[in-house]
């Protein structure tokens, strides 16, 4: 073997002082969301959009996105939950679904584009980028909750997990499939494909459409999903299916439609935006 490394999670606690209880989770989470909205703000300059929206929408997007994660893990483990209705708003503790992330983010960022009259997709494309970069952060909050592992493994980057987060099934087993670094390097991928693609825009105009960044992120990101999520033995089931794998096949089809909308058809989506400032925008280009 030339090669080995383990993973051992060190807890899910960084410190605590009193009552203060500082968890890796919600650092991750934060860290994220300031260095996605910081990231938001530089490609918004660069496409010229005023960078404030973006400031403007996160707020949104975090009203918007994490209770509805939230909502979507809880429901869809309600058998589990309904035995310990206090541990439903312990978000702190892990159980957050991306997927429900991205339903309460696209509905904010719709609500927030008809308000403020910008268009959906631009804002769609400028937040891809730095929601991919999150998701990579945020996965590491599994590493430290010791959960979204994988099946058991001897591979030389094993992951130990302690026997009280061990499944039932695999309780003889100490060593499982890091899954969390499987997704966070895919989305690490994913995000330098964004960037280029934008990068490569500003070179080229006119040739990327408004849209395509978001079409990719729902296509390269789903991909990773679906073969990362048959390694997984925690994951949210729809009978004798994966939701998170019906979900990404649904989010590949949808990006594939745009991709062909766009380049294919050569037809531009429609902007959210209200009716006047729809009119307003046909009177401008005439």
Same mark, same amino acid.
């Given at each position: #073997?030339?090669?080995?490394?383990?993973?051992?999670?060190?807890?899910?606690?960084?410190?605590?002082?009193?009552?203060?209880?500082?968890?890796?989770?919600?650092?991750?989470?934060?860290?994220?969301?300031?260095?996605?909205?910081?990231?938001?703000?530089?490609?918004?300059?660069?496409?010229?959009?005023?960078?404030?929206?973006?400031?403007?929408?996160?707020?949104?997007?975090?009203?918007?996105?994490?209770?509805?994660?939230?909502?979507?893990?809880?429901?869809?483990?309600?058998?589990?939950?309904?035995?310990?209705?206090?541990?439903?708003?312990?978000?702190?503790?892990? $159980?957050?679904?991306?997927?429900?992330?991205?339903?309460? $983010?696209?509905?904010?960022?719709?609500?927030?584009?008809?308000?403020?009259?910008?268009?959906?997709?631009?804002?769609?494309?400028?937040?891809?980028?730095?929601?991919?970069? $999150?998701?990579?952060?945020?996965?590491?909050?599994?590493?430290?909750?010791?959960?979204?592992?994988?099946?058991?493994?001897?591979?030389?980057?094993?992951?130990?997990?302690?026997?009280?987060?061990?499944?039932?099934?695999?309780?003889?087993?100490?060593?499982?499939?890091?899954?969390?670094?499987?997704?966070?390097?895919? *989305?690490?991928?994913?995000?330098?494909?964004?960037?280029?693609?934008?990068?490569?825009?500003?070179?080229?105009?006119?040739?990327?459409?408004?849209?395509?960044?978001?079409?990719?992120?729902?296509?390269?990101?789903?991909?990773?999903?679906?073969?990362?999520?048959?390694?997984?033995?925690?994951?949210? #089931?729809?009978?004798?299916?994966?939701?998170?794998?019906?979900?990404?096949?649904?989010?590949?089809?949808?990006?594939?439609?745009?991709?062909?909308?766009?380049?294919?058809?050569?037809?531009?989506?429609? *902007?959210?935006?209200?009716?006047?400032?729809?009119?307003?925008?046909?009177?401008?280009?005439?």
């Amino acid at each position: #073997m030339l090669f080995a490394f383990q993973f051992q999670s060190p807890g899910p606690i960084i410190f605590e002082v009193g009552p203060i209880v500082i968890r890796w989770y919600g650092l991750l989470i934060a860290s994220a969301v300031l260095i996605g909205v910081s990231l938001s703000q530089y490609l918004a300059k660069r496409r010229g959009v005023n960078p404030d929206a973006l400031a403007d929408l996160a707020i949104w997007l975090v009203i918007g996105a994490i209770p509805c994660a939230r909502i979507y893990y809880v429901l869809f483990e309600w058998q589990e939950y309904a035995q310990r209705p206090e541990d439903i708003i312990a978000i702190w503790k892990g $159980g957050i679904a991306i997927h429900g992330a991205i339903i309460g $983010g696209t509905i904010a960022t719709i609500l927030f584009a008809r308000l403020n009259r910008i268009s959906f997709w631009q804002l769609a494309d400028l937040i891809a980028p730095s929601l991919i970069l $999150g998701q990579a952060i945020g996965r590491w909050g599994n590493f430290f909750n010791s959960e979204a592992f994988g099946k058991p493994t001897n591979l030389p980057w094993k992951l130990y997990i302690a026997p009280p987060y061990r499944p039932v099934e695999f309780f003889d087993s100490a060593y499982f499939h890091p899954t969390f670094l499987y997704e966070s390097l895919w *989305d690490i991928g994913v995000f330098i494909l964004l960037l280029s693609l934008f990068f490569w825009g500003l070179k080229n105009y006119n040739r990327l459409k408004t849209g395509t960044l978001a079409a990719v992120y729902l296509i390269s990101y789903s991909l990773g999903r679906v073969w990362i999520e048959w390694l997984r033995t925690d994951s949210l #089931m729809l009978g004798p299916f994966k939701i998170a794998q019906l979900v990404s096949l649904s989010a590949i089809a949808l990006g594939l439609l745009i991709l062909a909308w766009l380049y294919w058809f050569k037809r531009p989506l429609p *902007d959210v935006v209200s009716p006047r400032r729809q009119h307003k925008k046909a009177i401008n280009d005439r």
